[in-house]
């Protein structure tokens, strides 16, 4: 049985009108690969994911410029080292936010996941879209996906950022910190990164 199929991409200058109507799109990253979508319209992610409101999205930016306005000042020094060490790269660190993008990833609490993907297709485009609220591009509950037809399979309906094939990703998830208060973080997931070779305390 043949199980090829043939799927459509679009470059940065047709995703970004589509992104600013509010469409998710798929995309690439470091890790696995990512579905995204401007803040503003973030139910749409936890609606076509079927993922639990009680699961929070992550923002993902190209830089820790674009994310860090967005996070409490007592955190931020402490969230400046991390993000020397191990940005770009598979570090989630979910810090304790403010203004409106918290609201918007989090229905539980006042903290923001966030990460810059080690990955040029992935930072490209959200220099130019800016910070997306995201999510691995996989059913909620199921196993995650590893190339661009998988998560084309997933959600056809979805536009997908080309060109393809992407770089290949680790397979893995990110390593997920939090900021517990000045100086000291806790390990909410083990992943990409061993957590033995985070330096926390």
Known sequence: MNTEFTISSFNFADVLPLLEEGSPLIF???TLPALGIIPKYSNKLW???KRPLSKPLILM?????QLFEFILPEAKEDALKMAHEYWPGALTMVLPGIGIKKD????????IGMRVPNNYLARELLRESGPLATTSANLSGQEPVLTAEEAFSEFPKVPLLGPIPWPKPSGMA???IEWDSPGEWKILRKGAIFSEDIEIK
């Open 61 to 65: 930016g190209s830089d820790k410029e």
């Open 47 to 49: 609606d076509i994911k």
């Open 104 to 111: 918007l990833l989090n229905k539980n609490s006042n903290t």
């Open 174 to 176: 990110s390593t997920v």
């Open 28 to 30: 690439p990253t470091d």
